[in-house]
């Protein structure tokens, strides 16, 4: 691809050599003669004069350069996201329907769906225009899936679950598993029905080994956008808003909401019925305690979270602790002295 058809397809302008000829993309550190890189901030910009790139991403503000070859975008970081479409667009798998699926009585499946080797979809589901079930994913009864959805190879759709359009779900994600729900009765445990349901909006995406619990009455839901890392949990009754953004290894409990825009960190864990307004942020690790509301655009940090400001400033006193004891322990042997020497 040419510098000018890129600059084209990006809807943009270029500085340079518009038929200078681009094989790929690489990082800034790494690029060659014949790759796009980016520059997005004070650092990359550093670097940038360093970089053997054959042609970079920049801001429409940057100066104008003497010797680069240049494409002037708006964000570069999403417009490099963008050519990294068009240098590896995904592999497109044919449709069909392989021989060793089952399919289940007055099953829907929209025109162009692939159906992979060993997947089984269940009785009166439907599966939208153009998606994709991969190879060994099982899929219950009664499951709506929108057009273009991207099931990887085993992935697990429980029964009556509905989800929305273009959501890819990665491999080992479970959707519709019984919340963790039981009663005491005699000493002993016994299990809550989980009768409840699941939604999925469009455009969702959720990361491999993750797990959306069905609601143990009612609905368990995921938003419009919502982006989901590997090894997340989201437990039953919970109702995640739309366009979050929650990194790995998290875990929600039972009837949690959070709000639209907000951003989780990685590791952290969000206790009952716990509330996450708008555009907040959860730092990685921290803990948000069973009832606790965090505010619309707030920063928090720590077990228990608190705001980041706070959190920082507790930091900073703890790592004055060893002086303070020095202190004290000096303060006390004088006074010794004093009290000795009456």
């Not at 449709?95 to 769906?113: N, R, S």
């Amino acid at each position: 691809m040419r510098v000018r058809e890129l600059a084209d397809w990006l809807g943009a302008t270029y500085e340079g050599d518009g038929e200078k000829e681009l094989l790929g993309v690489a990082p800034l550190e790494t690029a060659g003669a014949s790759d796009v890189a980016f520059v997005a901030n004070r650092k990359a910009a550093a670097q940038s004069e360093n970089s053997a790139a054959g042609c970079l991403l920049v801001p429409t503000e940057w100066p104008s350069p003497s010797f680069r070859t240049v494409i002037r975008v708006a964000q570069p970081r999403t417009a490099f996201a963008r050519a990294l479409n068009r240098f590896y667009p995904t592999a497109e798998l044919k449709p069909g329907i392989h021989p060793t699926a089952v399919i289940g009585k007055d099953v829907d499946l929209g025109a162009m769906v692939y159906v992979g080797a060993y997947a089984v979809i269940g009785d009166g589901t439907r599966i939208g225009v153009a998606s994709s079930v991969g190879a060994g994913s099982v899929i219950g009864k009664r499951v709506s899936l929108g057009e273009g959805c991207v099931l990887h190879p085993n992935v697990t759709i429980y029964d009556n679950v509905d989800i929305g359009r273009r959501t890819i779900l990665h491999s080992g994600v479970v959707i519709g598993a019984d919340g963790f729900g039981y009663v005491m009765e005699e000493d002993r445990w016994q299990k809550f029905p989980q009768v409840g349901r699941v939604e999925i909006g469009d455009y969702v995406e959720i990361g491999a080994n993750s797990c959306v619990d069905r609601a143990a009455m009612g609905v368990t839901s995921i938003g419009e956008g919502t982006k989901l890392d590997n090894m997340v949990h989201v437990g039953h009754n919970c109702r995640i808003g739309k366009h979050v953004m929650v990194a790995a290894q998290t875990g929600f409990s039972g009837g949690v909401i959070v709000e639209d825009y907000a951003v989780i960190g990685g590791q952290v864990g969000i206790g009952d019925k716990a509330r996450i307004e708008s555009r907040a942020v959860l730092g990685s690790g921290c803990g948000i305690l069973t009832s606790k509301i965090v505010r619309s655009g707030e920063t928090v940090w720590g077990t228990p979270a608190r705001p980041l400001k706070t959190h920082l400033e507790q930091l900073a006193n703890l790592s004055r602790l060893p002086d303070l004891r020095r202190e004290v322990a000096d303060i006390k042997r004088r006074l010794a002295e004093l009290e000795g020497k009456r």
